[in-house]
């Protein structure tokens, strides 16, 4: 049973450059989600998926931002014009759910941690 | 809207005894379930246990339990036996029912445990 990927581990680039995150979650889960963390705090929500449909967006993600979950396996997140402030780790965490349930635990990936220079 | 906190950046337990991580939540939904995940060096978030608002009994996972505390808002999770292993960031977790309109899970700031041989 394989976890959840992704890929890159580590990422730097130049102020401005354009990158992509991948994401293959647990191959049975239908829902997936993004999140940021900067040092010292917890994961911040970014954006959820279920299947292929991108169904909730956190308002604190800018237009840089966009994701897309094509044919509902894997994901990929797009930084566009990247800025100092995107250097985080993003984590990527998948889960199966089914309506509202307030028990559904994520499996989550072992990030990628972005460095802009 | 919805709120964890975590007060406690850092602890410190001898190898073998208990240690108590406390949390505090804040919802006015009144269906929520609330987490407690892992995180080692390596990175990758681990489940540990949840505990739902409408539970009447304590969760219990192994080493691992929750003490939860309703009318306090306060769902602190206790561990057993420290072992070396324990070392992580450890972070508490929530996520709404039916009322909140969302899907997604929200994390407090963590604290980091430091468990000495």
């Known amino acids: 049973d394989t976890g959840v990927s992704q890929d890159p581990r580590h990422k730097i680039t130049k102020r401005g450059q354009n990158v992509t995150f991948r994401c293959d979650p647990i191959?049975?889960?239908?829902?997936l989600y993004w999140y940021r963390q900067t040092l010292g705090q917890g994961p911040e929500f970014l954006t959820y998926?279920?299947?292929?449909?991108?169904?909730?967006k956190s308002r604190l993600l800018s237009d840089r931002f966009s994701a897309e979950r094509p044919k509902g396996s894997f994901s990929t997140l797009e930084i566009q014009r990247t800025e100092q402030g995107d250097s985080a780790m993003y984590l990527c965490?998948?889960?199966f759910g089914q309506g509202r349930t307030t028990n559904e635990k994520l499996f989550f990936g072992s990030g990628t941690q972005l460095s802009v220079l | 809207a919805q709120k964890i906190t975590q007060t406690q950046p850092g602890m410190f337990v001898q190898e073998k005894e208990a240690v108590t991580l406390d949390c505090t939540y804040d919802?006015?939904?009144?269906?929520?379930?609330l987490f407690w995940y892992k995180q080692p060096s390596s990175g990758e978030m681990i489940f540990l246990i949840y505990q739902g608002s409408y539970d009447q009994q304590n969760a219990t996972e192994g080493r691992y339990s929750l003490n939860f505390q309703k009318a306090r808002k306060s769902a602190n999770l206790v561990i057993s036996a420290s072992q070396l292993g324990d070392s992580a960031m450890y972070f508490c977790a929530m996520r709404e029912g039916l009322e909140s309109g969302g899907f997604k899970t929200i994390f407090g700031a963590g604290t980091r445990l430091f468990v000495k041989a």
């Open positions: 919802t006015s939904d009144p269906s929520y379930g």
């Open positions: 191959s049975e889960h239908n829902r």
């Open positions: 965490a998948s889960s």
């Open positions: 998926f279920q299947n292929e449909a991108q169904l909730e």
